[in-house]
């Protein structure tokens, strides 16, 4: 299954030419002018990761609200659904197939084509919760990143006193992640002029061709990043933080309100 779901998602991605991984929400948190913008990063990212737990343990109807709320929160933060869309096309993707597979897993039900369906209400919406929990935890991603530069992000790391050397690979990663995009998009466009993604066979050759080539040129970045270190006298820092300025009293009352009393009342009921 695990399998199936990478082919079909890297043939989707083939198809409609899409890049996943786009810059241009860092450049969307800087010159962002929603309210979630003018809140504290470190707000932001209590109820970023304070929302993640919830979209886990949350059950039935409580989930859906929930749900819709992220939609809420995805309004106001005016994040331009050209950016949105990109990686929601692959959330949508895998919810689908594991909408399905969880369908298909179920031992009860009556035979429909090549799947064991089991339309009890409880099976089906347990189904629909399990999908939707993808699309909701990419969205609090998109939210947060779209509102909080990098720079912001990193400093509240260090502020929760997250060691340096975490902060500085996080640092590497996304900085060379782009590139490394970057040089998978020129050989991809390489291929296909060259009638590389022709077919479906075809295309899965190349795409191997063209992981094992994002390898080597990430290996060969990695050497030639360490050795310019070395030359301009690396002293072992590369991320100098800024001052990250605390939450305002509004912003405790937000915390409390949509932060800490909806923590308290999932766990009173589930636990």
């Not at 939450?247 to 800490?260: A, D, N, R």
Request: charged letters at 15%; a positive charge.
């Amino acid at each position: 299954m695990a399998l199936l779901l990478g082919i079909i998602i890297e043939y989707c991605l083939i198809r409609s030419r899409k890049v996943i991984i786009a810059p241009e929400l860092e450049y969307i948190a800087y010159n962002n002018k929603s309210l979630l913008r003018g809140f504290s990063p470190l707000t932001k990212f209590f109820l970023t990761m304070l929302y993640l737990f919830l979209n886990l343990f949350l059950k039935g109807y409580f989930f859906i609200c929930f749900f819709f709320y992220v939609l809420f929160l995805l309004l106001i933060s005016r994040v331009e659904w050209k950016y949105v869309s990109k990686p929601l096309f692959l959330a949508s993707v895998t919810s689908i197939i594991l909408f399905i597979a969880k369908l298909h897993f179920l031992k009860k039900g009556a035979p429909f084509f090549v799947f064991i369906l089991d339309f009890y209400p409880e099976s089906f919406f347990d189904a629909i919760t399990t999908s939707l929990r993808i699309v909701s935890g990419v969205l609090l991603i998109i939210i947060f990143i779209g509102t909080t530069t990098i720079k912001e992000f990193l400093s509240v790391l260090r502020k929760l006193k997250v060691p340096m050397i975490f902060v500085e690979i996080f640092l590497i990663i996304f900085k060379y992640i782009f590139i490394l995009n970057d040089e998978g998009l020129k050989m991809k466009n390489a291929q296909t002029v060259r009638l590389g993604y022709s077919g479906f066979r075809r295309a899965l050759e190349s795409l191997g061709t063209l992981f094992g080539m994002i390898v080597l040129r990430g290996l060969n970045k990695g050497t030639s990043m360490s050795e310019a270190l070395f030359v301009r006298g690396y002293n072992g820092q590369l991320f100098y933080p800024i001052d990250v300025p605390g939450p305002k009293i509004s912003e405790y009352f937000v915390m409390l309100i949509f932060g800490l009393i909806p923590l308290l009342v999932s766990l009173f009921i589930y636990v």
